[in-house]
């Protein structure tokens, strides 16, 4: 069921006052900036979503449930570069100045009015069913690992690796479309520690001392990325005895998991006594967040979000758009941790890293 009520702000967010949130980690522009002349930084990034014109051309117009769709995707490409070269001319055009929201949400916006709901929807199920078959090896292997340190941290590591099958980024749109992905041999290739930002040490020795009664994980893509990343460590949540909240996506966006795929995809997992590999999963919910992007503004949530979150004392966000792009430094009321992959040059160039570098950011309530 889509979410149809007023959208609220995320109750764990600290109000804009005391933490000058904004949706967008990068600063595209400064207030002494002309507000009629594109900047560097606005550039560089209408030229990002720019490169990923054609990947979702050729997306859309292999959508079959959508009538002459290969002349709608043709519409899509000529529609959305318009307005991206609109803003190089006046980033004050199409509501901007722009940023990774307004960029995004206008490529979503003409993809909708064309009829196209979800054209990465086929390789989002195949992943699944591939993801769904690896599920209970992945789950012996972190079981097998009998220090608790080293277990989160490979459950850590497994988020990374399936955080790579995002084809919201032209260059991974490529490598998967040649050559798939492998979610163990992305385990072993991650780059190596430290990383750009890297509280993983941090975070083992508070897993050791600590427990957190409810957590909040934002999560990201489908595939690998959800199904061997996020549930085996939220399985490991559970076991500690922790509630978790797994929020997911009201509509369709690239190849992010929706709400009802999430629901399909626990309940093909869980055994016949409500089970994921004999931990219970009674404390597992699973929230529609009403975002409906593969990013986040946190000021703008479900009511049933909202109210799940509002004693929770951990929340995690998954993934380049939402944890690094608009959230990274969003300061929070509890526990947070900020968890993805960087790929986009410009985001590693931001950060001082490399390319498919990682972020693992883990703030403690008291650090603000």
Same mark, same amino acid.
């Given at each position: 069921? %889509?979410?149809?009520?007023?959208?609220?702000p995320?109750?764990?967010l600290?109000?804009?006052?005391?933490?000058?949130?904004?949706? +967008?980690?990068?600063?595209?522009?400064?207030?002494?900036d002309n507000?009629?002349k594109?900047?560097?930084?606005?550039?560089?990034? @209408?030229?990002?979503? &720019?490169?990923? *014109?054609q990947?979702?051309?050729?997306?859309?117009?292999?959508?079959?449930?959508?009538?002459?769709?290969?002349?709608k995707?043709?519409?899509?490409a000529?529609?959305?570069?318009? @307005?991206?070269e609109?803003?190089? $001319?006046d980033?004050?055009?199409?509501?901007?100045?722009?940023? +990774?929201?307004?960029?995004?949400?206008?490529? %979503?916006?003409?993809?909708r009015?064309?009829?196209?709901r979800d054209?990465?929807?086929?390789? /989002?199920?195949?992943?699944?069913? /591939?993801? @769904?078959?690896?599920?209970?090896?992945?789950?012996?292997?972190?079981?097998?690992?009998?220090?608790?340190? $080293?277990?989160?941290?490979?459950?850590?590591?497994?988020?990374?690796?399936?955080?790579?099958?995002?084809?919201g980024?032209?260059q991974?749109?490529?490598?998967?479309?040649?050559?798939?992905?492998?979610?163990l041999a992305? +385990?072993?290739? &991650?780059?190596?520690?430290?990383?750009?930002?890297?509280?993983?040490?941090?975070?083992k020795?508070?897993?050791?001392?600590?427990?957190?009664?409810?957590?909040?994980?934002f999560?990201?893509?489908?595939g690998?990325?959800?199904?061997?990343?996020? &549930?085996p460590?939220?399985r490991?949540?559970?076991?500690?005895?922790?509630?978790?909240?797994?929020?997911?996506?009201?509509?369709?966006?690239i190849?992010? *998991?929706?709400?009802p795929?999430l629901?399909?995809?626990?309940?093909?997992?869980?055994?016949?006594?409500?089970?994921?590999?004999? *931990?219970?999963?009674?404390?597992?919910?699973?929230?529609?967040?009403?975002?409906?992007?593969p990013?986040?503004?946190?000021?703008?949530?479900?009511? %049933?979000?909202?109210?799940?979150?509002?004693d929770?004392?951990? *929340?995690?966000? %998954?993934?380049?758009?939402?944890?690094i792009e608009?959230?990274?430094?969003?300061?929070? $009321?509890?526990?947070?941790? /900020? @968890?993805?992959m960087?790929?986009?040059?410009?985001?590693?160039?931001?950060?001082?890293?490399?390319?498919?570098?990682?972020?693992?950011?883990?703030?403690?309530?008291s650090?603000?």
């Amino acid at each position: 069921m %889509e979410s149809s009520s007023a959208m609220v702000p995320f109750p764990l967010l600290m109000t804009p006052i005391e933490s000058n949130y904004r949706a +967008c980690t990068i600063p595209y522009r400064f207030d002494s900036d002309n507000p009629r002349k594109a900047t560097p930084t606005e550039i560089a990034w @209408i030229d990002l979503f &720019l490169n990923s *014109v054609q990947s979702f051309r050729k997306r859309a117009e292999s959508d079959t449930t959508v009538e002459d769709a290969h002349i709608k995707a043709e519409k899509f490409a000529q529609r959305y570069t318009e @307005i991206l070269e609109d803003f190089k $001319k006046d980033p004050q055009s199409h509501g901007g100045p722009p940023d +990774c929201i307004l960029l995004c949400r206008l490529r %979503e916006q003409i993809l909708r009015e064309l009829g196209f709901r979800d054209i990465f929807k086929k390789v /989002k199920d195949d992943e699944n069913a /591939k993801a @769904i078959s690896l599920f209970g090896g992945v789950i012996q292997l972190n079981d097998a690992i009998e220090d608790g340190g $080293k277990r989160v941290e490979n459950l850590i590591r497994g988020i990374l690796a399936g955080n790579i099958f995002d084809l919201g980024s032209a260059q991974l749109s490529e490598v998967f479309a040649r050559d798939g992905m492998s979610f163990l041999a992305s +385990c072993q290739t &991650l780059m190596p520690r430290p990383w750009v930002i890297d509280d993983l040490d941090l975070f083992k020795l508070k897993w050791g001392r600590k427990s957190w009664k409810k957590a909040v994980i934002f999560v990201d893509n489908s595939g690998a990325d959800i199904i061997l990343g996020i &549930l085996p460590f939220a399985r490991e949540l559970l076991r500690r005895g922790t509630q978790v909240v797994l929020a997911a996506n009201d509509l369709p966006s690239i190849n992010d *998991v929706t709400y009802p795929e999430l629901l399909e995809i626990v309940s093909k997992l869980k055994d016949e006594n409500g089970q994921l590999m004999g *931990v219970d999963t009674s404390g597992l919910l699973i929230a529609n967040s009403g975002n409906d992007l593969p990013v986040i503004d946190l000021s703008n949530v479900s009511q %049933e979000l909202a109210y799940l979150a509002s004693d929770a004392d951990l *929340v995690i966000l %998954e993934g380049m758009g939402r944890g690094i792009e608009t959230n990274l430094h969003a300061h929070l $009321k509890c526990d947070s941790i /900020k @968890i993805g992959m960087v790929k986009h040059p410009e985001v590693a160039q931001f950060l001082g890293g490399r390319l498919y570098d990682c972020v693992f950011k883990y703030n403690e309530a008291s650090n603000g």
